[in-house]
């Protein structure tokens, strides 16, 4: 059985290991230890970004985004602009930690942006700053309208942020919010974070997870199969010692990929909350809700009738 999966249409990038948000739900050790073990500078240079994203195929969307704040990077803004340059699709996932009044107005002039803000929860789960600089960052960011949404892993939007999402209104809920505000219950990221009130149970049966579809570059150019690989069990490649297609033929994505279908392979999936049970049903439930939230114009609809009834011929094929 072919195992691989469709082309990945998302590359995430992290640009620096060793985030100092201070996220109480995020297993940072794990990942610094990790990535010391395989050595390389923690800081991506824009010269590693360029060579490696020049190997990537034209539509591969690059999502900054992952295991660190992409701002702790001074280069973050201009590999943006780069990769606009040079005809990218770029998705941002920010605390706006690091970032400067420069850097918002830079990148918010770029068309087709688009940013989401990982706001901090009323809990204190985060060692964000909120005071007069960043609230300004947040409401140009939000007055540039390239922002899509926000989240927030907590129970709650901190307060000051709650009234300026909605404007001073009802504390920033989803209704009245200038933007989409989603909150998310703490997670155990397969398994690296112990959280209270969440099992730790290893998943049997085949698997679906189109996180594999989105793989994670570092700084030293290793590519690991998602970014909840924060203990990189699962390094599919280097795309500054090979190239782009390769990686899907190493011996580690398959044998994840075969890890999906054989609860007998040890894979990090059977760990991941992310990993659904993989019943048809299952797979384009998941897969529906992620494209109809990307898609723009009557065409990307039509597109994605088209798709489903492909991967639906591929599931029973299989």
């Known amino acids: 059985m072919d195992h691989r999966p469709r082309r990945p249409s998302a590359l995430d990038i992290a640009t620096n290991i060793g985030c100092s ?25 824009l010269e590693v970004f360029e060579r490696c994203v020049e190997k990537l195929p034209g539509d591969i969307r690059l999502m900054f985004a992952g295991v660190s704040e992409p701002w702790l990077n001074p280069e973050c803004t201009r590999m943006i602009e780069w990769a606009h340059t040079n005809g990218r699709q770029v998705k941002v996932f920010t605390t706006t930690t690091g970032m400067t009044a420069e850097d918002v107005r830079r990148v918010t002039a770029l068309p087709g942006i688009e940013m989401v803000l990982h706001v901090p929860s009323a809990e204190g789960l985060e060692d964000i700053v909120v005071d007069s600089g960043y609230l300004s960052r947040l409401d140009d960011l939000l007055d540039s309208g390239v922002v899509s949404h926000c989240h927030c892993h907590g129970l709650e939007v901190h307060p000051m942020v709650a009234d300026l999402l909605s404007g001073g209104g009802n504390c920033g809920s989803p209704a009245t919010s200038r933007v989409p505000v989603e909150t998310y219950p703490p997670a155990a990221r397969a398994g690296n974070v112990d959280v209270a009130g969440v099992a730790d149970v290893r998943k049997g049966g085949r698997l679906s997870c189109l996180r594999t579809w989105e793989n994670l570059l570092l700084p030293n150019g290793d590519v690991l199969i998602c970014s909840l690989d924060y203990g990189m069990r699962h390094v599919i490649g280097n795309l500054l010692l090979q190239d782009y297609d390769s990686l899907f033929a190493s011996v580690e994505y398959l044998r994840v990929q075969r890890g999906l279908e054989d609860p007998r392979l040890d894979v990090l999936c059977r760990s991941c909350e992310c990993a659904a049970n993989g019943t048809l049903l299952a797979r384009t439930g998941r897969w529906f809700r992620r494209e109809l939230r990307e898609a723009e114009t009557p ?20």
């Open 299 to 318: 065409a990307d609809l039509l597109g994605i009738a088209v798709r489903s009834v492909r991967e639906g011929v591929r599931y029973l094929r299989s």
């Open 21 to 45: 948000c201070g996220c109480v739900y995020c297993p940072q050790p794990v990942l610094t230890r990790a990535y010391a073990k395989g050595g390389g500078d923690p800081m991506m240079s």
